[in-house]
Structures are given as structure tokens and as C-alpha cells.
């Protein structure tokens, strides 16, 4: 997830997003925290394509990724 910070920064969220997407399931905490600092950048850049992953999955996700 962090290694999408260089794409994020060129407004390019469609890896960092499919990779989320993906770890939606994930078991870990530290990925949960890893998806939710990724999904705070994408935010910081453009709000409307965060909230736009963020409702469809916000009932789903783990407490620490949301």
C-alpha cells in the first residue's frame, strides 16, 4: 500500500484502490492501518474518489482501516 504514495501523489489512485479492494478480507491490523493512511491520501488529493470506495465498503471494513 505505501508504495502507491508515489503513484497518489500524480493523482493516480486506480492501483492503490484495486489493492485495497483486495485487502478488504485481510486479517492483519497493521494492513488495515497501511489501507487507511493509503485511502487519507487519496483523500487529501481528490475526496470525491475516497468516498466514493469508502461507501461501498464502509460497513464492511475493519474499525482501524475506516
Do not use: C
Not at 508515489?6 to 489512485?13: L, R, S
Not at 492501518?33 to 487519496?42: C, F, M, P, Q, S
Not at 461501498?56 to 482501524?64: G, I, W
Amino acid at each position: 500500500m505505501i508504495a502507491t504514495f508515489a503513484f497518489i501523489a500524480d493523482k493516480d489512485f486506480d492501483d492503490a484502490l484495486a489493492i485495497a479492494d483486495v485487502l478488504v478480507n485481510d486479517s492483519h491490523d497493521l494492513i488495515h492501518k497501511a489501507v487507511g493512511w493509503t485511502l487519507r491520501e487519496i483523500g487529501k488529493k481528490d475526496q470525491t474518489a475516497e468516498e466514493r470506495f469508502l461507501k461501498k465498503q464502509y460497513r464492511t471494513m475493519p474499525r482501524t482501516r475506516l
